[in-house]
T-cell receptor, first 114, second 115 residues
Framework: GENVEQHPSTLSVQEGDSAVIKCTYS??????FPWYKQELGKRPQLIID?????GEKKDQRIAVTLNKTAKHFSLHITETQPEDSAVYFC?????????????FGSGTRLSIRP | GAVVSQHPSRVICKSGTSVKIECRSL??????MFWYRQFPKQSLMLMAT?????????EQGVEKDKFLINHASLTLSTLTVTSAHPEDSSFYIC???????????FGSGTRLTVV
């Protein structure tokens, strides 16, 4: 089955600097890679996703890159703000059917220093 | 996107009792729902895939007799934690895949505390 590894587990950056979180996956059949932000005690919220036919996707301060050959994908947050502090999870799935399960990475606790 | 409602949000129960958690897809007919468990400061671990009208598919290491899943309709899946023990205390959260363009939507989660 799919295995998703995520690094680092914790990340502290100065406000205004960039943050990068990296993930690798094992199943070459995975073709959908969402990123979730989870605040304490709340549900994960989708912040950006990328499909395997695309190498990069950007949404304002957030971008995700995908390297299918190497089976890794990364989240980039630029101009970080205090409200970016949260736990971020990468995930991998197959978009072929509604029954495709999503497997999460271990999470990265991002702290933004004022 | 879809709206997924989960109830209750918090529950405290005594050891040995059973607790039922409901996951409702309010505006989407879901043939499949997913149940996750999240311990403090850990990731979301998939417990089982709930299939409407048929048996759930459990992940390795998850006891199907302890975590009973029922998916009797296209909008409702329930997870019952039977004979709960303190080590079952966790955050349980369901998810619905709402189609290729919408990805996965999560319920609000249930904080279970077994005392």
């Amino acid at each position: 089955g799919e295995n998703v590894e995520q690094h680092p587990s914790t990340l502290s950056v100065q406000e205004g600097d960039s943050a990068v979180i990296k993930c690798t996956y094992s199943d070459s059949a995975s073709n959908y890679f969402p990123w979730y932000k989870q605040e304490l005690g709340k549900r994960p919220q989708l912040i950006i996703d990328i499909r395997s036919n695309v190498g990069e996707k950007k949404d304002q301060r957030i971008a995700v890159t995908l390297n299918k050959t190497a089976k890794h994908f990364s989240l980039h947050i630029t101009e970080t703000q205090p409200e970016d502090s949260a736990v971020y999870f990468c995930a991998a799935s197959q978009r072929s059917s509604s029954a495709s399960k999503i497997i999460f990475g271990s999470g990265t606790r991002l702290s933004i220093r004022p | 996107g879809a709206v997924v409602s989960q109830h209750p949000s918090r529950v405290i129960c005594k050891s040995g009792t059973s607790v039922k958690i409901e996951c409702r897809s309010l505006d989407f007919q879901a043939t499949t729902m997913f149940w996750y468990r999240q311990f403090p400061k850990q990731s979301l671990m998939l417990m089982a895939t709930s299939n409407e009208g048929s048996k759930a598919t459990y992940e390795q290491g998850v006891e199907k007799d302890k975590f009973l899943i029922n998916h009797a309709s296209l909008t409702l899946s329930t997870l019952t934690v039977t004979s709960a023990h303190p080590e079952d205390s966790s955050f349980y959260i369901c998810s619905v895949r709402t189609g290729a363009n919408y990805g996965y939507t999560f319920g609000s989660g249930t904080r279970l505390t077994v005392v």
